[in-house]
C-alpha cells in the first residue's frame, strides 16, 4: 500500500511538471499519443488499455486477411493472394510501429525531457531562432503528412459507399453491387452483414492511420530536432571564434566547453534515435518494398475497374508515401551532422590558442563521420537508397506480374 501511494505521489508531481507537449510546436502530438496510450503522464493503467486497444483493433483486421490468405493458397487462387498480401503486410508494419514505440518507451520519455530542457537552454541562450530554422521544416512535413495520409483514409472510406448513395439519389430496379473495403475472409454472409463488415474496417483503418501518423510525424520532428542541434552547434562555434579572434579569457574557455557539450548533447540524441528505430525500421522497410511490389500488381489488375483501381491506388500512393517518409528525416540528420565539418572549417579556428584548436579539433574528428540512420545497419536511411529501394520494387512487380501471366 505504501509504495503504491509513493508511486501514485511521484505520478501526480510527474503530471504537474511542464512537459515537452505544452510548448506549441508539438501540441499536436498529445492527443495523439494519448489515444495510443504513450503520452508521458499518462497513467499506467490507462496505457495498457489504449496499447490493446490500438493493438486489438489491428489484430483484429489481421485475422480474416489471413484467413483470406489461407484460403486463397488452398484454393490456389493467385489474385486472391495477391489482395490479401499487401493488407497483412501493412498491418504487420503497423504493430510494429506500435508495439517498438511502446517497448521503447522510457527511452523516448528520455529523448523529450532531453528536448524540452535543451529547448529552455537554447531559449535562455536566445539561440532558439537557430534551433527553429532546421526544426520547422520537419514539423511542417510532419503536417502535411498526416493530412495526406487523413485525407487518403476519407477518400478510401467513402469510394464503397457510393453505390449506396447512388441507390438513394439514382434508384435501378435492383440494388447496386457494394463493395467492401477490403477483401477479407470473415465466414458470414458479406452482403447480409456489409454495414457491420464496414464499420469494422472502417474502424480498424481509422486506427491504423492514427498509428502510422503519430509514430512516423513524431520521429519526422524528432529527427530533425536532433539535426537542428548540430546546426546549433555550428553556429555556436563561428559566433565563438569570431568573438575571441582578439584574446581569450575563462569566458571564452567557457563557450567552447559549452560546443564540446552541445555536440556531445546532439551525438547522444542521435544514438539513442537510431537504438530506438533501428530494428523496427529494417523491418518495416522490408515488408514495405513487398507490399509496394504487390499492390502495383493489383493496381495493373483492375485498370478496367475505375472504383477499384482507385482505391487500390491511394493505396500504393500512400506506401510509396510512408517509404519517402522514413527516408527524408535520415537524410537531414547525416546532412546537418556533415555540415557541422564545413562550419569548423569555415570559422577562424585557427587563429585559436593551442588548447582551444585541440578542442575544436576534437569535434571535428566525430563530426568528419556524418550520423546516418540505418535500418538494420544493413540499409542507411537517405534519399538515395529511398530511389534503390523504389527501383528494386518496381523489379520485384514485373516479376510478380509474369508470374501472373
Known amino acids: 500500500m505504501r509504495a503504491n501511494a509513493i508511486e501514485q505521489m511521484l505520478q501526480n508531481d510527474r503530471r504537474r511538471e511542464r512537459t515537452l507537449f505544452d510548448i506549441s510546436y508539438y501540441k499536436v502530438f498529445k492527443k495523439y499519443l494519448l489515444f495510443l496510450g504513450q503520452y508521458p503522464t499518462q497513467t499506467r493503467r490507462n496505457s495498457k488499455l489504449n496499447v490493446i486497444m490500438a493493438a486489438g483493433s489491428a489484430i483484429s483486421l489481421l485475422i480474416p486477411a489471413l484467413l483470406l490468405f489461407s484460403a486463397s493458397m ?18 504487420i508494419v503497423i504493430l510494429m510501429k506500435l508495439l517498438n514505440h511502446n517497448r521503447n518507451k522510457e527511452k523516448f520519455y528520455e529523448l523529450f525531457n532531453l528536448m524540452r530542457e535543451q529547448l529552455d537552454m537554447l531559449n535562455r541562450k536566445n539561440q532558439t531562432h537557430v534551433h527553429e530554422k532546421f526544426t520547422k521544416p520537419g514539423i511542417i512535413l510532419a503536417g502535411v503528412y498526416r493530412t495526406t495520409i487523413l485525407s487518403c483514409l476519407v477518400l478510401f472510406l467513402l469510394i464503397p459507399l457510393f453505390p449506396v448513395f447512388m441507390d438513394v439519389v439514382m434508384p435501378l430496379n435492383e440494388t447496386r453491387h457494394r463493395q467492401h473495403l477490403l477483401k477479407l475472409k470473415y465466414f458470414v454472409d458479406e452482403h447480409r452483414y456489409f454495414y457491420l463488415l464496414y464499420f469494422h474496417c472502417a474502424w480498424c483503418l481509422f486506427v491504423i492511420a492514427i498509428i502510422a501518423i503519430t509514430i512516423d510525424s513524431l520521429y519526422m520532428v524528432v529527427i530533425h530536432y536532433a539535426g537542428g542541434l548540430f546546426a546549433v552547434c555550428g553556429y555556436q562555434i563561428t559566433k565563438a571564434t569570431e568573438r575571441n579572434n582578439k584574446g581569450i579569457n575563462e569566458t571564452s574557455i567557457e563557450e567552447f566547453i559549452d560546443c564540446v557539450l552541445m555536440h556531445n548533447k546532439a551525438i547522444q540524441f542521435y544514438e539513442l534515435i537510431d537504438d530506438c528505430i533501428r530494428t523496427s525500421y529494417l523491418f518495416q522497410l522490408l515488408f514495405n518494398m513487398i507490399g509496394i511490389s504487390i499492390t502495383a500488381v ?77 535500418a538494420g545497419r544493413v540499409c542507411e536511411l537517405n534519399i538515395e537508397n529511398f530511389g534503390t529501394t523504389f527501383k528494386t520494387c518496381m523489379s520485384y512487380f514485373m516479376v510478380f506480374l509474369s508470374l501472373k501471366d
Open 74 to 91: 488452398v484454393e490456389r487462387n493467385f489474385d486472391m493472394m495477391m489482395e490479401s498480401v499487401p493488407i497483412i503486410v501493412t498491418i
Open 298 to 374: 493489383q493496381t495493373v489488375m483492375y485498370l478496367d475497374r475505375p472504383e477499384e483501381a482507385l482505391r487500390i491506388g491511394m493505396f500504393l500512393f500512400t506506401q510509396q508515401l510512408h517509404l519517402l517518409i522514413i527516408s527524408i528525416p535520415g537524410q537531414v540528420l547525416a546532412d546537418e551532422s556533415s555540415n557541422l565539418s564545413n562550419a569548423l572549417y569555415c570559422s577562424t579556428w585557427y587563429q585559436m590558442p593551442l588548447n582551444i584548436q585541440k578542442i575544436l579539433y576534437m569535434i571535428q574528428m566525430r563530426s568528419s563521420k556524418a550520423c546516418k540512420l540505418t
